[in-house]
């Protein structure tokens, strides 16, 4: 559930309006409490601004969408390297959860696709439902690359992965390299992606 800032400080006042209605406890631990409250309701405000700014859609052009599809929020930070890299080599380059790629705008030059793959085959939380508004055939005209996500101990390695895969290619979009399949964020093919990535990008821009 997201919480907004008008909400978070009705929420801190409801509490703090609790704190010194407890007839039983003394003014100095209702201030402390109402101190801790404040410091708490501080983090997560915080955290709010943290999250929005990494999701910024900025209103111009992209040259790269990074969309990521993450559980526990590992392809969500290799999605946020990948945009690190990209713009240090004079790209621009922006992410968004997968699920969310419909509110944008197709990038100039390629669609990234970060997303890892949950139990036995399953789509990740901001995965679910990513294509029920065809948005693979919205960026088939693009070329686009899977950066796919998963464990070798599971029967359907990176099934997800390679699900999203064959959804973008069967709506006629072309990859620019083979799909790279890594398990538990291995250094070694994390490596490969970043290194095919950017030389991809450099002999498109030549």
């Not at 093919?189 to 030389?199: A, E, P, S």
Request: aromatic share 8%; with cysteine.
């Amino acid at each position: 559930m997201k919480i907004g800032v008008k909400t978070l400080l009705l929420l801190l006042g409801l509490a703090l309006v609790l704190v010194w209605q407890l007839g039983s406890v003394d003014t100095d631990r209702r201030w402390l409490a109402s101190l801790a409250l404040v410091a708490y309701a501080l983090v997560l405000w915080r955290g709010l601004r943290r999250a929005r700014s990494d999701d910024t859609q900025s209103a111009g052009r992209q040259d790269y969408w990074i969309a990521y599809g993450t559980e526990t929020g590992t392809a969500r930070q290799l999605a946020q390297e990948t945009r690190k890299r990209l713009r240090k080599a004079g790209f621009s380059a922006e992410v968004v959860a997968l699920n969310r790629l419909a509110s944008v705008s197709p990038p100039d030059k390629a669609l990234l696709m970060v997303v890892s793959t949950t139990g036995d085959g399953d789509p990740p939380k901001t995965g679910i439902g990513w294509d029920d508004e065809g948005v693979s055939a919205a960026f088939a005209h693009r070329p686009f690359a899977v950066l796919a996500l998963g464990d070798r101990s599971y029967p359907r390695f990176c099934a997800f992965g390679l699900d999203v895969t064959h959804s973008m290619q069967q709506a006629g979009a072309q990859p620019l390299f083979a799909t790279v399949q890594v398990s538990q964020a291995d250094p070694r093919m994390l490596d490969v992606w970043y290194r095919q990535l950017l030389q991809e990008a450099t002999v498109s821009s030549a």
